[in-house]
Nanobody, 126 residues
Framework: QVQLVESGGGLVQPGGSLRLSCAAS????????IGWFRQVPGKERETVSC????????YYKDSVKGRFTISRDNAKNTVYLQMDNLKPEDTAVYYC???????????????????WGQGTQVTVSS
């Protein structure tokens, strides 16, 4: 069964760091473009970052540029989102998603994405 599982969320103080992981099972993640998205209750889901299947192209939402870093370890079938200097406005449920055919360029993550994880809560608060 194709599955994506996020982990690494939690409660952190402003200025702190978290690293989210997105692990895949039953499929080879290196064949897929991977996106990280987040959603706050009552608001639309927004794209945070994405990385091409090769790892050579990445995209970041303007508000996270310079603070978040997306990377992939294909040997571990895992994609990471390193989040530094976290701010209260980063609080959300974070989802990873995978798609084989979308277009990832430095200005967009494309979509729609075929496979989605269940989400992990990130709370930034003092």
């Amino acid at each position: 069964q194709v599955q994506l599982v996020e982990s690494g969320g939690g409660l952190v103080q402003p200025g702190g760091s978290l690293r989210l992981s997105c692990a895949a099972s039953a499929f080879t993640l290196s064949d897929y473009h991977i996106g990280w998205f987040r959603q706050v209750p009552g608001k639309e889901r927004e794209t945070v970052s994405c990385i091409s299947s090769s790892g050579g192209i990445t995209y970041y939402k303007d508000s996270v540029k310079g603070r978040f870093t997306i990377s992939r370890d294909n040997a571990k079938n895992t994609v990471y989102l390193q989040m530094d200097n976290l701010k209260p406005e980063d609080t959300a449920v974070y989802y990873c998603a995978a798609d084989r055919w979308t277009i990832v360029v430095p200005t967009t993550c494309g979509g729609p994405y075929e496979y989605w994880g269940q989400g992990t809560q990130v709370t930034v608060s003092s």
